[in-house]
């Protein structure tokens, strides 16, 4: 029998959103390395570049790898005979580890949790409350996976209840595409299979949990070992998708997904629902346990392991452009992919201040700002510290608006 003390898991708590803000899982990192090398189109081989560039940068400077810091998500398998040390519930440990962690001084991170979701939506300024998941199992330890999920991988989540005898492939299939590239590839795909609708939803979302572990699959394919029918759809899913050529940023290329992630749960003869849940490029996720001998640990990965990568801007094959004296012939003639080097004055704007700037249209008022030939950054960075011009910030894939 082990006893968790009430700081000690708060504590882990915090460490691990912290940790993960800003040091990507490595067998995502090496994952993508792998990809970089096989990726034949110029464009998206750019994109994974400049993922991977910025993946170092955040290990070594500890800072964000996405503005979007993410839901707090933490599923926890919590053993029959343990004791907990506490005088709080353990939503509100979980709660206060979250608090402290996106709002330390050192490394704050985006609050972006509203309450009130139908009504007045107002931001709870801490990322509070967390999303818990909880599992009575085994044992005497406390198992715990914290992840951080961004807004615009989330909301490419997809529910179909299917008829048992339709084809999962071919729904995956005539999704993903409806996807856009508004969940940020190259990413991991999560599929639950089977349950009920909210069954189905927790096990794609945990599913992608998982170490990426396809390469190893296609091994023992190879090898002719016998594959269970969800691991036959996983080979078939990832080499399918990757062939629909979305590729890295939606810009086209041999890799879509890094993997694909499912999990199934016995279900009513008459039923077959499929959820379907995206990683994005921002992938955020770490797991430790708790035995009751302290805080948890965890383990900060070598900057040495990081694929030998980085992105530079190509001078020769770029266009220069000039805000301040931009024309909408200019703006037409760009192409996707393209690498444009901007300089000059840009505005920028988010949701908020997309919504306002429609509901003035609409009703015939003049707007603050002449937009005429002016460029929208859509992004909102976070706050920078003592020694930042800007913080980290990058431009929204979401096509929400």
Known sequence: MSTIKQEDFIQSIADAFQFIS????????????????????????????????????????????????????VFLKVGMNVRWDSTLSV??????????????PDNKLRASVLLDPAGARKNSKDNTPAVVHYEIVEGDTVDITCAAKGGGSENKSKLVMLNPSDSIVDWVLKTLPTMGAGWCPPGILGIGIGGTPEKAMLLAKESLMGHVDIQELQARAAKG??????????LELFDKVNALGIGAQ?????????????????????SLPVAMIPNCAATRHVHFELDGSGPAHLQAPRLEDWPAVTWQAD???????DLNTLTTEQVSSWKPGQVLLLNGKMLTGRDAAHKRIADMLAKGEKLPVDFTNRVIYYVGPLTPLVYEVVAPAGPTTATRM
């Open 225 to 234: 070992e016998t594959l269970t029918r969800v691991e036959e759809l996983r």
């Open 315 to 321: 001078t020769d094959v770029a266009t220069r452009v």
């Open 91 to 104: 939503q509100e440990m979980v709660n206060e580890g979250v608090r402290r962690a996106y709002t330390d």
């Open 250 to 270: 939606g810009l086209g290329g041999l890799t879509t997904v890094l993997d694909v992630k499912i999990l199934d749960y016995p279900t009513h003869a008459a």
């Open 22 to 73: 800003y040091y990507h899982p490595l067998d995502y990192i090496q994952a993508l390395g792998e990809a970089y090398e096989r990726e034949e189109s110029p464009a998206a081989k750019d994109a994974i570049a400049q993922i991977l560039t910025n993946s170092r940068m955040c290990a070594e400077g500890h800072r964000p790898i996405c503005q979007d810091t993410g839901i707090a998500v």
